[in-house]
């Protein structure tokens, strides 16, 4: 089962390049945004790519828990939505806001940085209470 999500999010990888390819062609053309949401386009890109690789970490560290398999599922699937939300709101916040003022693009990225943080501190937990009494090997 989480074998089919590290498929996933290899196929969520190629979608960074797209974006970075982008960028590219963007930062070439002065015309189609300016600097403040060029700003936010990257910003979105690398919070993209970056947890993209986390979530590739954290479906390895899964598997070191003695978690159920729903709540495996359960566990990687708010880290996702959190990757999601966290950088989609970059994007957004470049389509609907301005520059220091909030928007919908922040309050998306929030909520996004709060999934995370559910994700990755009930993971850290649980390895921490497992470490107690199991010998690792990596
Ligand atoms: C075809 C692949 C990719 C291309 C063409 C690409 C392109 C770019 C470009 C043009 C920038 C902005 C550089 C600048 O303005 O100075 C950038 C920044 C960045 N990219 Fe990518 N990228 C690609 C894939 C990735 C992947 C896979 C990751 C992460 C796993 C990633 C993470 C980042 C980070 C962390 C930044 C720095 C953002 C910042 O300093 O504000 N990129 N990329």
């Keep these: 089962m ?35 949401q060029v700003d936010q386009f990257r910003a979105g890109h690398a ?16 598997e070191r828990t003695r978690w159920s398999a729903p709540k ?23 389509l609907v806001g301005e520059p220091e003022s909030f928007s919908a693009g922040i309050a998306v990225t929030l909520a996004g940085a709060v999934l995370l943080a559910t994700a990755v501190i009930s993971l850290g937990a649980s390895l921490l209470r497992g470490h107690q009494d199991e010998e690792w090997t990596v």
């Design 47 to 62: 919070h993209a790519g970056v947890l993209v690789i986390l979530s590739l970490v954290y479906v390895l560290f899964l």
């Design 72 to 94: 495996r599922r359960l566990a990687v699937t708010v880290l996702i939505a959190g990757g999601l939300f966290q950088s989609g709101g970059f994007f957004l916040h470049m």
């Design 2 to 36: 989480m074998t089919r999500f590290v498929g996933g999010l290899l196929l969520l990888l190629v979608t960074v390049m797209f974006g970075g390819v982008s960028l590219l062609r963007i930062l070439e053309d002065d015309d189609i945004l300016s600097d403040w």
